[in-house]
């Protein structure tokens, strides 16, 4: 029987160890992909009360949005009937739509109709396999062409509003439409790469390699760049009117963001309003509503436009 060449020995030694190590390394990898996912799904705040049991006079409605899933949302009724104008107020990270009623109270009260929604995976929304910034644009879209299929609203003046994630989703998907009257955007990040950065050194973890991988594969999950998605960026394809409002005190988004995405957009119609308060600042934004409604009412439009 012949031998093997201790060469071939050798060589089929570390192809085997090599073998091994690839095998390890990729197991370690897909724990550590699990691991990071859980870390960055939000938790699903439930809805606990009802708008009768708030005692709000609107409607409870489903919009389809992508990939065959399913908003809930809110429509308060507004009072005005002739040359209707509708808010739509996009929740953050974590949230849903009932914790926006401090805002949107106001809003019906001055007669504006609004339009209140869970993102996918958040409230009482379908799930989907993950959440991101992007997708909570497309649902924006999607209640955007809801909206515009309502007989009521076909030529009604649209304005939108977002808060923290919601905020940056709301300036991406204006950056994509000519039918938006106003944006309001409430503490929104300057770019998504900042917000991880921040969150790997909540987490204590290094930049490299660590934090390198990471943000890459954020990146190839959501399926964008982010620097195609950062509001620095977005806001100079919007058109309409912005209002960048941020709580003086925030210390999840610093302030310096707002100012940062204020300077890269149209400063001859946009305004930036530095405000009292921390990340969510739900006081001192109701204490500055009327200055809200003024600027949505300067900002009316009514149209038809096609996106």
């Known amino acids: 029987m012949r031998s093997r060449h201790p060469v071939e020995g050798t060589t089929m030694n570390v192809l085997l160890t090599g073998t091994g190590i690839a095998i390890v390394i990729g197991g370690l990898l897909l724990l550590f992909n699990r691991r990071l996912r859980q870390s960055l799904t939000a938790a699903k705040e439930p809805i606990v009360q009802s708008l009768a049991e708030h005692h709000l006079i609107g409607a409870e409605i489903k919009i389809p949005t992508q990939r065959g899933r399913q908003l809930d949302g809110w429509l308060l009724t507004g009072q005005r009937e002739r040359n209707p104008q509708v808010v739509v107020i996009t929740h953050g990270w974590g949230a849903n739509r009932e914790l ?98 921040r969150w790997l050194e909540s987490k204590k973890l290094p930049y490299f390699p660590l934090g390198w991988y990471v943000l890459n594969y954020v990146q190839w999950v959501i399926g964008y760049r982010f620097d195609a ?79």
């Open 100 to 197: 926006m009623l401090p805002l949107a109270r106001p809003l019906q009260a001055a007669g504006f109709h609004v339009l209140l929604f869970d993102a996918r995976s958040h409230g009482s929304s379908d799930n989907d396999n993950f959440s991101s910034m992007p997708r909570f644009a497309e649902d924006i879209d999607a209640v955007l062409n809801w909206i515009r299929m309502q007989a009521q609203f076909s030529l009604a003046s649209v304005s939108l509003i977002g808060h923290s994630v919601g905020a940056a989703a709301t300036l991406l998907a204006a950056s994509r439409r000519d039918d938006i009257a106003c944006v309001v955007s409430l503490a929104a990040f300057a770019h998504p790469e900042d917000m991880m950065r």
């Open 229 to 307: 998605i950062a509001p620095i960026h977005t806001i100079k394809s919007i058109s309409c009117p912005v209002l960048i409002m941020h709580g003086s005190d925030d210390n999840t988004i610093p302030p310096a963001d707002a100012k940062r995405i204020f300077e890269k957009g149209n400063q001859a119609i946009n305004r930036l309003l530095i405000l009292p308060g921390e990340h969510d600042a739900t006081d001192e934004i109701e204490q500055h509503i009327h200055e809200l409604i003024s600027f949505i009412e300067s900002t009316k439009l009514s149209t038809n436009h096609t996106h």
